[in-house]
């Protein structure tokens, strides 16, 4: 499950950007397949609740992909996608969605250089990625341009992430998340709309 590294490392948060990878990847893997299924629940019924029948949902920094298998048995009708910076985690990923039919697309690719078409997508969603990012601001302008016109993007993410520079939508939202699994994560919602 995501950490708060800010309670390890005070407010150096440059230290945290980048890929989860190698023996770390495996280690978030197994506790995200432990706590995802009950932490995951209410994220998923949130994102279920703004997505429209059959639409297209891409999951940026989607690790293990605990957060598509939650929302793959919820609503079967969505097409999901799923992006990490690193590969590992897409391996992950492949493994822990292979029971599913279609089989969700997974590739490694950045937030700031997404390898789909413009529009492609109804709604673009992520938990615990964006603090990560290392260009946050050439992560939201991918965003945009991957949305239809009217797409959403929901952000849910510790209060520290990098909320402003994904303002490069327009008409956003914060507000605090709360869920009984989420307790430990003080959980801000993000949404925003393309303009
Ligand atoms: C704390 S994990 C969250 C994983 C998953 N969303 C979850 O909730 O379990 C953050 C993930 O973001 C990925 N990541 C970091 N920077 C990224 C970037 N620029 N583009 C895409 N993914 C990124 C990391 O590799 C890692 O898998």
Same mark, same amino acid.
């Given at each position: 499950m995501p950490h708060d590294h800010a309670h390890d490392h005070g407010t150096d948060h440059h230290r945290h950007h980048g890929p989860i990878e190698g023996r770390h990847s495996h280690r978030y893997n197994r506790i995200a397949r432990l706590l995802g299924p009950l932490q995951y629940r209410r994220i998923a019924a949130d994102i279920a609740a703004s997505a429209p029948r059959n639409a297209a949902v891409l999951d940026i920094g989607?690790? =293990?992909g605990i957060l598509l298998r939650v929302l793959a048995k919820r609503r079967p009708d969505l097409r999901l996608t799923g992006v990490d910076l690193a590969q590992d985690m897409i391996d992950h990923a492949t493994r822990n969605l @292979?029971?599913?039919? =279609? @089989?969700p697309d997974l590739r490694a690719a950045d937030v700031a250089a997404l390898p789909f078409d413009d529009g492609a997508f109804d709604l673009v969603v992520s938990t615990y990625s964006s603090h990560h990012w290392s260009d946050p601001a050439a992560g939201a302008t991918e965003i945009a341009r991957v949305l239809r016109p009217d797409g959403r993007f929901l952000d849910y993410d510790f209060p520290r992430a990098p909320f402003e520079a994904l303002t490069a939508l327009t008409e956003s939202s914060r507000t605090p998340f709360r869920s009984p699994w989420l307790l430990l994560m003080k959980t801000t919602r993000f949404e925003a709309a393309k303009r």
């Open positions: 989607t690790g =293990p @292979a029971h599913l039919t =279609p @089989a």
